[in-house]
């Protein structure tokens, strides 16, 4: 189909014969996003991304409203555990193999945007890395950096 394309200062249409999306232009310079995204981490943790989806998916039928798990490493077992609480359900922890390097992480995130950042990379294995300073989770690919997915945990 033949899509027009009409703008002004102010705004710009793309439209077909049936279908109109308006969007408002912004005139300013965009967040400079790379300042938010760390480049150094307290710690770095290596699993394979089918077995961080399919715990994610079970802690998630355990969670609350806000579907809050709490991550957390265990270096001396090499295990990443995911647990999750619901009053009215009941609990869940799972725990899968993980090669990890520095710090301890223990933080609460949420489980549906933990889930969106693995659905995107197309790699057998992931990286999670960690800055305890700045409290930000960075998903990758393990070998390639080119997406990067940065959620910061849940309140406590």
Do not use: C, W
């Not at 200062?9 to 300042?35: A, E, P, V």
């Not at 480049?39 to 699993?47: A, I, K, P, Y």
């Not at 809050?68 to 009941?90: C, F, P, Q, V, Y």
């Not at 294995?125 to 950096?145: A, H, P, T």
């Amino acid at each position: 189909k033949n899509i027009k394309v009409s703008f002004d200062q102010n705004q710009i249409m793309f439209s077909t014969d049936d279908i109109y999306i308006i969007s408002r232009t912004i005139n300013n310079s965009y967040l400079n996003y790379k300042q938010i995204i760390p480049t150094d981490f307290t710690t770095e943790v290596v699993v394979f991304k089918k077995d961080i989806i399919n715990a994610l998916k079970l802690v998630n039928i355990f969670t609350d409203k806000f579907h809050k798990i709490n991550i957390k490493t265990d270096i001396i077992n090499k295990t990443l555990e995911l647990d999750s609480r619901n009053i009215d359900i009941g609990e869940n922890t799972t725990n899968i193999n993980a090669v990890i390097k520095g710090e301890e992480i223990n933080e609460k995130f949420n489980a549906k945007y933990l889930l969106e950042g693995f659905q995107s990379i197309n790699q057998d294995s992931v990286v999670l890395k960690y800055n305890s300073k700045q409290e930000v989770l960075i998903v990758q690919g393990v070998s390639d950096g080119s997406f990067v997915y940065l959620i910061k945990p849940i309140n406590k």
